[in-house]
């Protein structure tokens, strides 16, 4: 059986956020950039329930690794 592949836009579902391609761009706009030594759980604009829910995708190197760490570069790399 092959894993599901998500999308930002899945991922921003998940999380409770606007999912839309203007939602997003708008998130990584006013949260970005991280600085390079702070990990995307870490992030202080996370709910404790968004953090976990990235920290434990990420250690589990679940179905939703890649596209959390796709946020990840976006998120460090913008402006």
């Known amino acids: 059986m092959e894993s599901p592949v ?12 606007p999912s839309d391609e203007a939602g997003i761009a708008r998130f990584i706009e006013i949260h970005g950039p991280l600085p390079d030594s702070m990990l995307l759980p870490d992030a202080p604009f996370w709910t404790p329930s968004q953090a976990g829910f990235l920290r434990e995708e990420i250690i589990g190197d679940a179905d939703w690794a890649q596209v959390i760490d796709e946020l990840n570069v976006n998120l460090h790399g913008s402006h």
């Open 6 to 17: 998500h999308t930002l836009r899945n991922l921003f579902a998940q999380l409770g956020l």
